[in-house]
């Protein structure tokens, strides 16, 4: 089972930065793809950014040129740095792993626990 351990959370002027963590530890086969995902008051749960083990990105529409994904495969961590935040990026954000499991094939997601991040005007 994987662990996720996020932080990097807090309370932000829009136009500031925030960095996002998610450390993920404890006993498994692989990890493909980690990723962030947000929701906001009364909102469904939205991709934010996802990065795969080698590299490849992916963002939503709303934060591309504002936010990167970036990942340390070494340390099975995943990160986001968000600039020129906007009210509108207020949220709980949560940290996936979709990863194996040791002796199964077959690949899982896994989340964290959230972080809010709260952008105030």
């Known amino acids: 089972q994987v662990q996720l351990v996020e932080s990097g959370g807090g309370l932000v002027q829009a136009g500031g930065s925030l960095r996002l963590s998610c450390a993920a530890s404890?006993?498994?086969?692989?990890?493909?793809?980690m990723g962030w995902y947000r929701q906001g008051p009364g909102k469904q749960r939205d991709l934010v950014a996802t990065?795969?083990?080698?590299?490849?990105?992916n963002y939503a529409d709303s934060v591309k040129g504002r936010f990167t994904i970036s990942r340390d495969n070494a340390k099975n961590t995943v990160y986001l740095q968000m600039n020129s935040l906007k009210p509108e990026d207020t949220a709980v954000y949560y940290c996936?792993?979709?990863?194996?499991?040791?002796?199964?094939?077959?690949?899982?997601?896994?989340w964290g626990q959230g972080t809010q991040v709260t952008v105030s005007s």
């Open positions: 996936n792993a979709y990863y194996r499991r040791l002796h199964d094939p077959r690949y899982v997601d896994y």
């Open positions: 404890g006993s498994f086969f692989s990890i493909n793809s």
């Open positions: 990065i795969t083990a080698a590299g490849n990105t």
